[in-house]
């Protein structure tokens, strides 16, 4: 059952969760609520395909990361960054979508947050993406040189050795 609180939770807030990702801290709340795959993906409507490539490394969209926050009470700064507390200060039930435990409706700003910490993600993710396609023309253009360096090489050792029979002759 998802909705109960894991008092061991209070024992690992000591540790830093600062270098685990977002896939690992995804983990790290379901076992924390001590849910089974089938029913966290249930409540935030994915499939557990889905949810293992999450888990895995993919990145879910913002609408996943946006359900997960409200369906289960997380704080949204803990899951993009692994800084403060895991839930909100009243996780002890899991709270109806968009409201928190007590029935208050929740502020947007850890939705907000994390919508500006994927943005920032996108962008980083896409200058990554366009280096690493610099740096692959880079490799293939030292790859041409070396190629020419070794036949230009090959000719001045060729053209030595024809020299030397020469003066010889």
Sequence with gaps: MCNKYNKQLN????????????PQRIEIVRNALGCKKK?????????????????NGRIPTIE???KMIDEFDINGHWLMTGEGNLFGASAATAAE????PAGDVRSGHDQEYV?????????????????????????ERAAELEDELARLNES???????????RGA
């Design 11 to 22: 024992m690992s807030r000591e540790i830093s969760y600062k270098m685990f990702t977002i």
């Design 39 to 55: 029913d966290f993906c249930e409540r935030i409507g994915i499939s557990q395909n889905a949810y293992s490539n999450y888990v």
């Design 64 to 66: 996943i990361l946006k």
């Design 97 to 100: 979508p968009g409201k928190t």
């Design 115 to 139: 919508i500006e910490l994927l943005e920032e993600n996108r962008q980083l993710r896409r200058k990554v993406e366009e280096w690493m396609g610099r740096y692959s023309e880079i490799l």
């Design 156 to 166: 001045a050792s060729d053209a030595g050795k024809s020299g030397g029979r020469k």
